[in-house]
Structure formats: C-alpha cells, structure tokens
C-alpha cells in the first residue's frame, strides 16, 4: 500500500478563468473531494455565504502530484452544508489513480502539542506555500485551533488555504480542513474542522468505504448468508476466509470454524494497537471509570483498583535491576500528558503493550460494546489457548494442525524474534548470554507495526501470530495467566505454536505482551 500524505491527495480549486487558485481540497474516497462550502461560492464568483448548493461545475488540478503539468478538471457538488461551511465534490470522469484518498483520523483523540502542517494558496502565490504549527484542542464553536511557531519565518495560515487539510505529524493522519484564519496583524493562529466532523457527511455515509486502523486499508460492506454474526461486525468483500469489520476500534476479524476449536469463533487478524488502545482508555475515562495515579514512580491507569495499563516512557526510564540490557533502547507505546492517553511518537501502529491481562480484558468488553459496570465475573472476549492454536495453525486445505502458521519449516526471517534483527536463529541455550554480549542489538529489538511482515499469517488468514508481542488469553482466573506466540526478543522456541504456553502475573504490565480479541459465535439453526 502506498504510503498517504498531503501530496497524494490534495487538489486545488481555481476561478471560473482557470488562472488564480482560491482555496484547497483534499480527496476523501475515490473520485470525490472534500472543501469548504465558501471555496466552491467563490470559484464561481459567488458570495462567500451564498446559501444554495451551487449547480455549475468547478476547475480544479493537481499542483503537488504533477509538479510540471497540474491537469486541470471538473468537479461537481453532491452534498452540500453550508452552516458547516463544507462541500463535497465529484470529479468528472476518472480522477488521476496518483490521486489518493486521504487517511482520517477516526474518532476523538487529544492532539495538544501535536506538529502538523499544511498547503495553501495565498494571493498571489500560485505556486503554493507549506505552513508549520502545532495543535491546541477545539474551542466552543468546536473548530480545532491551529497555531503557528513564532520563530519561523514562512507563511502562516491565511485566505487561500481554506479546504487544505491539516496534517498531523504524530499520527500520520488528516485531523481536519482549515476553514478560517485570525487576520489580526502579527498573530498566528487559524483554525480547522475537525475530521470527526466530516467523518458523517452523506459522502461517508453512502460512499465512503471503511478505514482499518492497522493499515489504512479500505474495506467494503458486503452481503453475508452463513453462520449468524453478532450486530458488532460487518462481513467485508475482502478475499479468502471470511473477513469481518468491527466498527468500535476499526479492527478486522476473521472467522475460524473447524474441529479443533468446536464452535466457530471471530478472532482479530491483528494484536491490538496502541492507537486502538489510547481511544478505549480515553472513553472510559471520559465516563468516570478509569482514573490515572502515579504508583511506583509511574502513571498508571486503574480501573476498580485495578491497574490496567502503564505509560510507556516512565517504564523505559526504569529498566531492570537485575537484567539491565533487557530493555529497548528507544520507547514506544502508549504516554499519559494533558490528562490524556495517546500513543507516542511512531508507535501509533505498533501493538498496545504495557497492558495488564485486566486491561486486555476490559478493552474486548469495550470493543464489542459489552461492557458494563459492575463488570460481569466471567465475562471476556480473548481467546483462550484452543482458539489460539486453531487461528494460528489450522489448515483449511488439509483440516489439520500445521507446525506454523506458514508451514512446516520454520523461517527466522518472517518472525519478529530475538534472531530477527541478529540475522541468525537464537535459541533458548544461548539466548540469555547472546543478548548480554550484544547490548546494541538488543536495543533495536522491538515491536513492530502489526501490518508488517504478513508473510507471517496464518492459513485463516491472522497476522503475526507468532513473534512481534506475546498476546494474553483467557483461562482459569488465578494469579497468573497464559501468554503464548513469543516476542521481538524471544529465543525461537518460545514463539514455537507447539510448546506449551507461558504465564505471567495478571497484574504486571510488560513492554512486550500484547493481545488481540477474540468472539465465539453460535450456529444459526
């Protein structure tokens, strides 16, 4: 998949002579452009307040994909809100297939202090002019205030950039569309619709496929006649075993049916990613379930007494006593700051870690709208350790366990494990020496995006089973709990799906376990 930025998906609107730039817009599904109402009234000549859905057509090119030739075209008006200032187009014919739609930020999520930048056209500048800043939060008409560096000298934010989307560079992502600029003199400051805004217009709604958090991906709703699903997920038209979306976190989830396990089940193609994670801890704690403490010099999010995760940078400032090169040398995760939980910087994609079995719990509650309080005793959505090894190694050809989710043969370059970045098989004799010989490499041992490397999926179609992050599952509630599949510094026989499983303490967050969520489901008779 490509990679999205402002250059793949930006367009410039002109005036009706197809000379002078009046404002920006930015592609939100294929063919159709999302701008401001004003942008489209003053293409056309129109007043800027002007209320009716203009019908003529609009000219617009492409100045960042075809720097030597813009490629003029048209584009037509098919939603229409002038109250909320924004305008949704549809291109004539085919737009460019360099043209990509821009990935949105899904959801509410706190940007304070975030950098982010943008494009526009101000009068005068037809060649356009980047612009820098940070984030402040929303204001009371709900816009999101944007707020140039004092000390950087290039253009700020001003009449001409009306439509640009506003780049967050902390979450690779569109977080809203400049709408209006502060024009008093010496002061930076402009404002944006946020992306929660337009997320709902009559385009997204009708046309707009869904976005997986894990990888941008685009999915399709699509029509399903088998095994009844809960009203959580919706089937998708992706190839393979049957794919369902669920809409809380934007989470995939495949369906496993066969022998082993005995009951068909859901489980989710990727572990849980910190971004996913950060929105759960922001709701619940918005609803007055989650509180944040400091406990042993860090801060913890407690839920009933209870710690469900922890932040990442305070854990990575305290490696181990009595292992101190067992320890990332870079932090990733999630980080609590402005009272709230988001991911640090890269780590958005990368699996939640830091998380208490109780956590992982609560959030496949949260995740299929199932969680009340009091909490059910019994009540989870992790897999237990059948489910686990069927999601894994089940092959649907041959309707038998295989020995990895691949094949027969283990393969040290597809796994996320101690050998990964050594470029060598480690195992478990000569794992703990190994790594206190070679401090360095361990340090860039580390998860990574719960997208790559799917060379490591399993026949049902579930990504990196194995390696990357051990993942919770559910069994007899004790002290300890199982975790199972190995990490990025695991000896190659831990991330064996044939070994038994490991435990560790229910109540102790680890930079490296993770999970993923997991639903049974009845046969429909």
């Known amino acids: 998949m490509s990679s999205q930025t402002i250059e793949n998906c930006l367009v410039r609107f002109l005036d009706s002579d197809g000379g002078d730039a009046v404002g920006v817009g930015f592609a939100i599904a294929p063919n159709h452009v999302l701008t401001c109402a004003h942008v489209v009234n003053a293409a056309l000549g129109l007043e800027q307040d002007q209320p009716d859905q203009p019908q003529k057509e609009l000219l617009l ?13 048209k584009a037509r008006v098919i939603h229409w809100d002038i109250n909320q200032d924004m305008a949704v187009l549809q291109i004539s014919g085919t737009a460019p297939n360099e043209l990509k739609p821009a990935k949105l930020l899904m959801g509410s999520i706190n940007v304070w202090e975030h950098q982010f930048r943008t494009h526009g056209y101000p009068t005068g500048d037809s060649a356009g002019v980047w612009s820098t ?8 008409q709900k816009l999101l205030q944007l707020v140039g560096d004092e000390n950087d000298a290039c253009h700020f ?6 439509g640009a989307p506003v780049w967050d560079e902390t979450l690779s992502c569109v977080i809203g569309m400049v709408v209006a600029s502060d024009q008093t003199k010496n002061l930076k400051v402009a404002y944006a619709i946020p992306a929660d805004s337009f997320l709902g217009t009559q385009l997204s709604e009708k046309q707009s496929p869904w976005v997986v958090s894990a990888t941008d ?25 049957p794919h369902f979306f669920r809409a809380k976190d934007g989470q995939l989830s495949i369906l496993c049916d066969d022998q082993v396990a005995g009951t068909p089940f859901l489980m989710d193609k990727f572990a849980t990613t910190c971004l996913q994670f950060s929105r759960f801890l922001n709701d619940i704690q918005d609803r007055g379930h989650v509180t944040t403490e400091i406990r042993d010099d860090e801060y913890c999010a407690i839920c009933d007494g209870v710690i469900i995760a922890v932040d990442c940078l305070d854990r990575w400032k305290k490696p181990s006593a009595n292992v101190p090169w067992l320890h990332a040398g870079k932090p990733y995760g999630l980080h609590y700051a402005n009272q709230r939980w988001e991911p640090l910087y890269e780590s958005a994609q990368l699996p939640v870690t830091l998380v208490t079995w109780w956590g992982a719990r609560l959030y496949s509650l949260w995740a299929h709208s199932k969680l009340n309080f009091p909490i059910l005793e019994n009540l989870t ?13 089940w092959n649907t050809e041959q309707h038998k366990l295989q020995r990895y989710p691949w094949g027969q043969d283990w393969n040290r370059l597809i796994v996320n494990f101690s050998g990964y970045k050594a470029d060598r098989n480690i195992t478990v004799a000569e794992w703990n020496s190994f790594w206190k010989n070679n401090r360095n490499l361990y340090e860039t041992a580390r998860p990574i995006k719960v997208s790559e490397l799917t060379e490591n999926t399993s026949p049902l179609g579930c990504v990196q089973m194995i390696g990357n ?34 435990t560790w303490s229910a109540n102790r967050a680890d930079e490296y376990i993770g999970f993923r969520c997991c639903y049974p489901i009845r046969r429909s008779v």
């Open 61 to 73: 090119d492409y100045p960042l994909l075809f720097l030597n030739d813009p490629q003029p075209d």
């Open 133 to 140: 800043g940070v984030l402040r939060a929303k204001n009371s």
């Open 157 to 162: 934010i001003q009449p001409g950039y009306s």
């Open 217 to 241: 991906q685009r999915v399709e709703p699509g029509s399903w006649h088998g095994i009844q699903v809960p009203e959580q997920y919706t089937f998708t038209t992706l190839p393979g075993n």
């Open 381 to 393: 959505y992790l897999p237990d350790n059948r489910q686990w090894v069927t999601a894994t190694c």
């Open 469 to 502: 992050v051990w993942e919770w599952l559910d069994g007899p509630r004790g002290d300890k709990m199982s975790i199972r599949g190995g990490c990025a510094t695991s000896a190659m026989e831990y991330c064996d799906p044939g070994n038994q499983s490991s």
